[in-house]
T-cell receptor, first 116, second 112 residues
């Protein structure tokens, strides 16, 4: 079973609107939680990285939040643009104290389509 | 500018053939990784290396091998290609073992 689950699988939003993507994980504790953006036909690119002790991190119009108690993270996109159309992937990094250190756990991604 | 490249970008091969996918990075990163990405799945780790002559198996390593003879390159070899290995393959590198990973553009492999 995947240790990182994302919802929704896909969503369509109008240009200029906001949206929020969800990530539930079971990897605990973890070293950091990352959000990546993957454009069609390209490799993933990092948007935000949060450590276990952080609960919010912003990168321009992208804001990630983390609730370690409920093991949930969200990515909020503000005032969406056509260029935001992509897959957004939640990634959890296991802690240094385990054999899994450095082996990232990837969610399946949420496909976002921004329409004019 | 430093970068990570993969070649070929697209490859079609027949079942049973040996195939090698190239990955080259110019960041001088010690850590390199190979993933496969399939519809409905997250990226899955195939093999990884933490330095020259170091290689390790990931969660889906069966049927694949890697070798690390220098810092810049980590080629991925499919010993005998199978249709189940049709996928998009991504190479990544990182400076720190748990640091940010930088991904290549991917190689789309089709095994017929």
């Amino acid at each position: 079973k995947n240790q990182v689950e994302q919802s929704p699988q896909s969503l369509i939003i109008l240009e200029g609107k906001n949206c929020t993507l969800q990530c539930n994980y079971t990897v605990s504790p973890f070293s950091n939680l990352r959000w990546y953006k993957q454009d069609t036909g390209r490799g993933p690119v990092s948007l935000t990285i949060m450590t276990f002790s952080e609960n919010t991190k912003s990168n321009g119009r992208y804001t990630a939040t983390l609730d370690a108690d409920t093991k949930q993270s969200s990515l909020h996109i503000t005032a969406s643009q056509l260029s935001d159309s992509a897959s957004y992937i939640c990634v959890v990094s296991p802690p240094m104290t385990t054999d899994s250190w450095g082996k990232l756990q990837f969610g399946a991604g949420t496909q976002v389509v921004v329409t004019p | 500018d430093a970068e990570i490249t993969q070649s070929p970008r697209h490859k079609i091969t027949e079942t049973g053939r040996q195939v090698t996918l190239a990955c080259h990075q110019t960041w001088n990163h010690n850590n390199m990784f190979w993933y496969r990405q399939d519809l409905g799945h997250g990226l899955r780790l195939i093999h990884y290396s933490y330095g020259v002559h170091d290689t390790n198996k990931g969660e889906v390593s069966d049927g694949y091998s890697v070798s690390r003879s220098n810092t810049e390159d980590l080629p991925l070899t499919l010993e005998s290609a199978a249709s189940s290995q049709t996928s998009v393959y991504f190479c990544a590198s990182s400076r720190d073992r748990n640091g940010e990973q930088y991904f290549g553009p991917g190689t789309r492999l089709t095994v017929t």
